[in-house]
């Protein structure tokens, strides 16, 4: 089992911006080949890809968030970061992590096996 603990969602005004931290527990967690990613689920849509990045560092955005999102990791601490800029009420939804232990760049999200419970963002004035 892998365990994602999510923080930094909050509410935040329009142009504003957040980090979001997503930590692994150790067990069965594989430092060597892994994919950690962030997706996003607004009220009543499917749920999208925000960004994700291997473990060797390479990373894949969404179209939609290509400019104003940022992933990044430390490997050392097991954690996975998004920083978010530019917000816009568009924005508002619930982030989840999602980790994978193998190399992934794409949109499918059944080919992660383990997810966060999400942390909520809402951008609003």
């Known amino acids: 089992q892998v365990q994602l603990l999510e923080s930094g969602g909050g509410l935040v005004q329009p142009g504003g911006s957040l980090r979001l931290s997503c930590t692994a527990s150790?067990?069965?967690?594989?430092?060597?080949?892994?994919?950690m990613a962030w997706w996003r689920q607004a009220p009543g849509k499917q749920r999208d890809l925000v960004a994700s990045?291997?473990?060797?560092?390479?990373?894949y955005y969404s179209g939609s968030a290509q400019g104003r999102f940022t992933i990044s990791k430390d490997n050392a601490k097991k954690t996975v970061y998004l920083q978010a800029d530019s917000l816009q009420p568009d924005d508002t939804a619930v982030y989840y992590c999602?980790?994978?232990?193998?190399?992934?760049?794409?949109?499918?999200?059944?080919?992660?096996?383990?997810w966060g419970q999400g942390t909520q963002v809402t951008v609003s004035s």
């Open positions: 990045i291997t473990s060797g560092g390479t990373p």
């Open positions: 150790e067990s069965h967690f594989s430092p060597s080949r892994n994919t």
């Open positions: 999602a980790y994978t232990a193998r190399y992934y760049s794409g949109n499918r999200p059944d080919v992660y096996e383990y």
